[in-house]
């Protein structure tokens, strides 16, 4: 009977059967499996989540940042719109400005933030008997113009230049915009280059002194200083050596200060700090995170201080909205801008010849018996209302399962298109999402 007993109670106590371990084992794997999966996919989505989100707040960040300059682009001391004075075809947009009258001992090229405005013999003038073409009349050595074309400056690039180049007068100086390259410390290639520039700031004239009425009293204290000043009342706007001390600025060459109506809202600005030479590019570094790899970023240069604003930016192309003699608004590229030149009644019938063509130059002071500014190649930069932004973004890191993850980059169509396995910046495609950011942003300056 006790034998019996054991043998029943071994027969209760024996292990799982194989059979039964297989499918234990089976049904194990397959959870295992799906919570491989569900992680897998869970990693995949938030990689692809964080790539994206941080890519929408740069592409915000950056047009953000770009827009704010673009609205202040040829901003000067009391700009006004002038409307056509006679008829359509006698569009007059413009004529009733004046241009900055410069010292001529004053060579604003020297100036860290004038970085790239041209030399006094830069200057396009014209004697008045064509409209198209500067006649190459020398300045006498007197206060002379500043051609208010200089405030905006465009750079249409390719694979190993710009249209136009970037040593022309107006464009920043080279040395803060980088050569062309795919390695560390160089500038994207197939990606525009943007040049603004306009005063900031300022400090509000109360009185004018001395004999010569040249000096200037501030209403607030400044820093003692020998920066150059701009004086600028609604009309008027002179550039020149100054010293700066307590709530008084004194104009170096007290025989040319024109007379300024302190009536109006007269304001003296510090050349030096207040006056912004602002540019836009793309440029290459290293990737802090990954030996070896090259990720490209936008850049802000002012007044020679440039920094990285945002990475990701693979793409950087402007277009310019700008208006001809006759009112129509065109869309071009900076490389068109600059080829337009010419304007004007040649056939002297009365009306503009041609749709084409830059508005009629701004006033100047009589200069040498020059009568005004020639409207010589890149004039219709004077013209420009807005400008089309367009960035093509990338999330930086892996954020796709693929390499060739289609995009829509309207600068190139609107035909959906995969990244190519190099890309035009020259750095390779990888595993990322891209979006386009644009914006259309007007010149609140709109008389440059």
């Known amino acids: 009977m006790r034998k019996m007993n054991q043998k029943m109670n071994l027969s209760k106590t024996k292990g799982f059967s194989l059979i039964e371990l297989m499918v234990a084992m089976v049904i194990g794997l397959i959870v295992l499996l799906g919570l491989v999966s569900l992680f897998t996919n ?12 941080t890519l929408q707040e740069n592409g915000r960040y950056a047009i953000t940042r770009i827009k704010d300059d673009v609205e202040q682009a040829g901003r000067k001391h009391c700009s006004t719109l002038a409307m056509p004075s006679d008829v359509i075809t006698n569009w007059d947009q413009g004529y009733a400005m004046r241009t900055w009258t410069i010292d001529n001992d004053l060579n604003l090229s ?21 409209d198209q073409l500067p006649n190459g009349t020398a300045i006498a050595p007197q206060p002379y113009p ?50 603004i520039r306009y005063l900031n ?14 000096q200037f009293q501030l209403q607030q204290n400044v820093d003692a200083s020998t920066n150059p000043a701009v004086i600028s009342d609604c009309e008027t706007t002179y550039v ?38 602002v540019s836009y590019f793309v440029g290459i570094d290293a990737d802090p995170n ?27 192309d402007v277009f310019y909205l700008a208006q001809t003699q006759t009112g129509h608004v065109v869309r071009l590229t900076a490389a068109q801008v600059q080829a337009v030149q010419g304007g004007g009644d040649v056939n002297k019938d009365g009306a503009m010849d041609s749709i084409t063509g830059c508005i009629i130059q701004p006033q100047m002071e009589p200069i040498a018996g020059v009568l005004r500014l020639a409207n010589g190649p890149g004039c219709l930069w004077r013209s420009i209302y ?42 390779n495609r990888e595993r990322m999402h891209r979006r386009e950011f644009t914006a259309t942003v007007p010149i609140r300056s709109y008389t440059l």
């Open 240 to 277: 020149d050596r100054a010293n700066w001390n307590g709530n008084m600025v004194t104009i170096d060459e007290a025989a040319t200060v024109p007379s300024f109506n302190i009536d109006s809202t007269t304001r003296a600005f510090d050349l030096t700090s207040d006056f912004k030479t």
């Open 110 to 130: 020297n100036f860290p933030s004038t970085n790239g405005l041209p030399l006094m013999n830069q200057i396009q003038l014209d004697d008045g008997d064509d």
């Open 386 to 427: 807005a400008m089309e932004i367009h960035l093509l973004m990338n999330t930086v890191n892996d954020s796709s399962m693929v390499e060739d993850e289609v995009f829509i980059y309207s600068p190139d169509g609107l035909t959906p298109q995969s990244p190519s396995s190099t890309l035009t910046s020259g750095l």
């Open 290 to 316: 990954n030996s070896g790899r090259q990720i490209s970023s936008l850049y802000r240069s002012e007044n020679g201080n440039v920094q990285q604003l945002v990475e990701g930016v693979e793409r950087f």
């Open 42 to 53: 869970s990693s995949i989505l938030n990689k692809a989540q964080t790539g994206l989100a």
């Open 201 to 214: 700031g300022g400090n509000q004239v109360v009185g004018v002194a001395g004999a010569s009425r040249n």
């Open 146 to 195: 500043l051609d208010p074309r200089y405030f905006i400056q465009g750079h249409e690039c390719g694979a190993t230049s710009c249209q136009p180049a970037v040593t022309v007068p107006g464009a920043d100086r080279a040395a803060n915009l980088r050569n062309i390259g795919s390695a560390n410390g160089d500038r994207a290639a197939n990606t525009d280059i943007l040049t």
